[in-house]
């Protein structure tokens, strides 16, 4: 089983859709939890960093649920610039970060 | 100024070849690593530094060897790649030595292994 699992998509939706990413995680003692967003042949950049009490950023709202080990994030009112990669990622203890696989999502007109 | 800069952007190297790939970050961040990451792939870590010490080395084979010879400057030495070496090379570095911040990454090196 891998450390980190994510839907694996694609997901094609249109404009103004709304979507959920799910990723979930095996090792209990994960410390943090992050989103991040891969545009094709860039580098990742953080979207937002996970929390338990859920936290939201404009039209993206992410959730942790320790309990049952994973993450989420839901992308209201999409736009044709949110087509990307988006990779959870959960770092463990000194240093490790380990990457979901990703899932890509296409937004069209 | 939130930016990890890598040098160069794109090398190909034979297989008898060393080369070194180069990343700087001036945020006063005392951690920094190194990922792999092949096409349609997630970056795979490969080392991280904190506090210019190698903390971890994910079983990479010695012809990648990393070196940090301060607190901004990590540097990766490549020596007898092989073909299936080829991939994406980025650095990234993240505040706080409890790494558990945000990591920032540079735009990467690619390398093409001939």
């Known amino acids: 089983r891998k450390e980190v699992e994510q839907d694996p998509g694609p997901f094609n939706v249109p404009e103004g859709a709304t979507v959920a990413f799910n990723c979930t995680y095996s090792?209990?003692?994960?410390?943090?939890f992050f989103w991040y967003r891969q545009d094709c042949r860039k580098e990742p950049k953080l979207l937002m960093s996970v929390y338990s009490s859920g936290n939201e950023d404009g039209r993206f709202t992410a959730q942790l649920n320790r309990a049952s080990q994973y993450i989420s994030l839901l992308i209201r009112d999409s736009k044709l610039s949110d087509s990307a990669t988006y990779l959870c990622?959960?770092?463990?203890?000194?240093?490790?970060?380990?990457f979901g696989d990703g899932t890509t999502l296409t937004v069209k007109p | 100024d939130t930016e990890v800069t890598q040098t160069p952007k794109h090398l190909v190297m034979g297989m008898t070849n060393k080369k070194s790939l180069k990343c700087e970050q001036h945020m006063g961040h005392r951690a920094m690593y190194w990922y792999k990451q092949k096409a349609k792939k997630p970056p795979e870590l490969m080392f991280v530094y904190s506090y210019e010490k190698l903390s971890i080395n994910e079983s990479v084979p010695s012809r990648f060897s990393p070196e940090c010879p301060n607190s901004s400057l990590l540097n990766l030495h490549l020596h007898a790649l092989q073909p299936e070496d080829s991939a994406l090379y980025l650095c990234?570095?993240?505040?706080?030595?409890?790494?558990?911040?945000?990591?920032?990454f540079g735009p990467g090196t690619r390398l093409l292994v001939l």
């Open positions: 990622v959960v770092n463990g203890y000194a240093g490790k970060s380990t």
């Open positions: 990234a570095s993240s505040p706080a030595s409890d790494f558990q911040e945000t990591q920032y």
């Open positions: 090792n209990s003692a994960s410390q943090s």
